[in-house]
């Protein structure tokens, strides 16, 4: 279920894998995901399972529809039965809200300024690595109080370079703009490697990046795997920083994404 987690002075990052719930094939069986064609009830279930198995309060965890932008949305509550809004990051001081961001290759990140209480969740697939929207977080986290050399930052599982196959145009675009994302996959053709490219984003703008899960979902049997298999459910990582009550009952709707 809980696939990897760790603690950074006061701050919490975990990423799921795919088991552990109840959802049923091809979606087995920890789907977290609510716009991919599983049953409703059935991502309810998950991520209920999900928050309690990190002591976190299901009804408090923070929903994206992520749409491979660069778009930072600053949260203070639970968006209960509104509509998730458009973004691929979102930043709390809220430390009773966990973050969440939903991935199937695509790079979850995972971000904590824990002295300063300021956390973030970011979805870097090829577009929005592209797009710059890691650095956009990190800004919209200094603009809340964190500082830049205090931020902590965790990537997930994701496609590796070596798996990502993509056109040659497609690699010579988004190398012009992030070079450390240029790559060949195991069987020679181009490739892009998101997560080196994210990393290399991370370094520019002052941010360590904490060792995290060296996993590549597309060959992992234990994750998801768009690329590998389409329909498919999602995995999901999770952040928040001590110092808020962390335990009521409930799960709200799941909010529609999409994620890769």
């Known amino acids: 279920m809980i696939g990897h987690s760790t603690t950074v002075g006061g701050a919490h990052f975990a990423f799921t894998d795919r088991w552990g719930g109840v959802s049923a094939v091809p979606y087995d069986s920890l789907n977290l995901g609510g716009a991919v064609g599983d049953e409703p ?16 309060d299901p009804a408090r965890v923070v929903w994206m529809h992520q749409v491979h932008g660069r778009d930072v949305v600053a949260v203070d509550r639970p968006w ?11 930043v709390t001081t809220r430390a009773d809200l966990t973050l969440a961001v939903l991935t199937a290759d695509c790079v979850p990140v995972l ?20 797009a710059g929207v890691v650095p956009a977080a990190v800004d919209a986290m200094v603009e809340h109080g964190a500082r830049r050399e205090r931020i902590s930052a965790l990537l997930g599982p994701s496609v590796c370079g070596k798996c990502y196959e993509v056109p040659a145009a497609l690699r010579s675009e988004v190398a012009a703009a992030v070079p450390e994302s240029y790559a060949e996959t195991s069987w020679g ?16 703008c002052g941010v360590r990046v904490v060792e995290g899960p060296a ?23 999770y952040v928040w920083c001590d110092g808020g009550p962390a335990g009521a009952a409930g799960a709200g709707a799941p909010a529609p994404e999409r994620t890769g």
């Open 189 to 204: 053709t181009p490739a892009l490697d998101v997560g080196a490219g994210v990393t290399a984003q991370l370094a520019r």
């Open 41 to 56: 009830a059935a991502v309810l279930a998950n991520r209920d399972r999900a928050a309690r198995a990190l002591g976190r």
């Open 111 to 130: 971000l904590a300024d824990p002295d300063a209480g300021v956390v973030a969740a970011a979805h870097a697939g090829r577009p929005g690595l592209l």
């Open 80 to 90: 209960g039965d509104r509509p998730a809004p458009a973004a691929d990051a979102v």
């Open 215 to 237: 996993v590549c979902t597309r060959e992992s049997a234990d994750h998801f795997s768009y690329r590998r298999d389409r329909t498919t459910g999602r995995l999901a990582g």
